[in-house]
C-alpha cells in the first residue's frame, strides 16, 4: 500500500506468534507449549530462524489482512482476525483501509483478502474498524412513481441509466470495543463502529449496502470468463428480458430476467448488484 507507514515498536515482537498468523483460533495462538507456535530453537549457539507452519495458507482472509494492519499500524494491537469477520474498512490516523471489493466492479471482482488505502479519516481518534449494520435498509417503491416504472424489453442496447447514482460512507454512532487477544482485554482506542454505505439516486436516498454479504451470497453469481451472447449486437436477446433504467423500475420489479443497464458504471452496477441481492434475486 503506497505511502502507508508502520510503527517500528512491531519488530521488537515475534511475528508468527502474532494471531493474525494463526487464523481465527485464538485458543491455539495463546499456547506456546503447542508444537504449532513452537518459538525458535538455538542450534550451536545461534538462533534458528523461524521455518513457518506446515498448516499456514498464503493468502490471508479480509479479517486476517484488517488485523495484520491493525498491528502494524499501531506496533501494539494483536487482535485475534475472529472478532473482525464483518469489518470492511479500517481508519486510523489520515488512512481508510477499504476492503477492495467495495472499490471495484462487481463483474471484475477483486481478491477476498485485498485491502485498498484511501488518504482520509472519519474524524475520530483511535482505529476504527467499520462494520456494517445487521439488517440494511432499502426503500420501498413510492406510489406516486409508478409513472417512471416502465418494465420496457430489453432491446439489446447497452446504456448507463445510472450516471446519478453515487455511494456515500457514514455512522450511526453506534461504537463497542474491540476484544484484544490478551486474555480477553478490551481497549476503547481500537473500536468497532457501525457505518453506512448508502446508494443514493442524485440526492435521494435509496437503500443502506452490505457489500461483503452480498458477494459472499449464494444469490450472486460471477461469470469468468464473460459468456458471449448469442444475439447480434444491439439486437434484443433471444429471451425476452425486462430492461432497467431506474431505480424505481429495480426497486419495483417483478420476479423476471431483468437486464440493469450501467455499463461502465462501477458504482452503479455494485449498488444495483447489492440492492437486487437484499430483494432476494438472483444476480448474474
Not at 485498498?116 to 479519516?121: E, I, S
Not at 451470497?217 to 461469470?223: E, I, K
Amino acid at each position: 500500500m503506497p505511502n502507508a507507514t508502520i510503527a517500528l515498536t512491531v519488530a521488537s515482537k515475534p511475528l508468527h506468534k502474532s494471531l493474525w498468523v494463526g487464523g481465527s483460533n485464538m485458543k491455539d495462538a495463546e499456547t506456546e507449549e503447542m508444537d504449532l507456535w513452537a518459538t525458535p530453537i538455538e542450534e550451536g549457539g545461534q538462533i534458528e530462524p523461524y521455518r513457518g507452519r506446515d498448516d499456514f495458507n498464503d493468502r490471508l482472509s479480509l479479517a486476517q489482512a484488517f488485523a495484520c494492519i491493525a498491528m502494524f499500524d499501531s506496533g501494539t494491537y494483536d487482535v485475534g482476525p475472529y472478532v473482525l469477520e464483518h469489518v470492511f474498512a479500517m481508519s486510523s490516523g489520515n488512512s481508510l483501509f477499504v476492503a477492495a471489493q467495495l472499490l471495484s466492479d462487481p463483474g471484475e471482482g477483486s481478491k477476498d483478502d485485498e485491502v485498498l488505502r484511501v488518504v482520509g479519516n472519519i474524524g475520530r481518534a483511535g482505529i476504527a474498524m467499520l462494520i456494517p449494520p445487521q439488517h440494511p435498509l432499502i426503500r420501498k417503491p413510492e406510489p406516486d412513481t409508478w409513472e417512471l416504472v416502465n418494465h420496457a424489453p430489453f432491446d439489446g442496447k447497452a446504456a448507463n441509466s445510472f450516471a446519478s447514482t453515487s455511494l456515500h460512507l457514514s455512522s450511526t454512532q453506534y461504537t463497542m470495543p474491540v476484544i484484544i487477544g490478551e486474555h480477553g482485554g478490551q481497549d476503547v482506542e481500537l473500536f468497532f463502529l457501525e457505518s453506512l454505505v448508502s446508494v443514493h439516486d442524485r440526492d435521494k436516498w435509496v437503500a443502506d449496502l452490505d457489500v461483503l454479504r452480498m458477494l459472499k451470497s449464494h444469490l450472486f453469481t460471477r461469470y469468468s470468463p464473460l459468456r458471449e451472447c448469442k444475439h447480434p449486437p444491439g439486437q434484443p436477446p433471444l429471451r425476452e428480458h425486462i430492461a432497467i433504467d431506474s431505480w424505481e423500475e429495480l426497486l419495483d420489479r417483478e420476479k423476471v430476467l431483468v437486464v440493469v443497464r450501467a455499463q461502465r458504471n462501477q458504482a452503479g452496477r455494485l449498488a444495483a448488484a447489492a440492492v437486487s441481492v437484499i430483494q432476494v434475486g438472483l444476480v448474474l
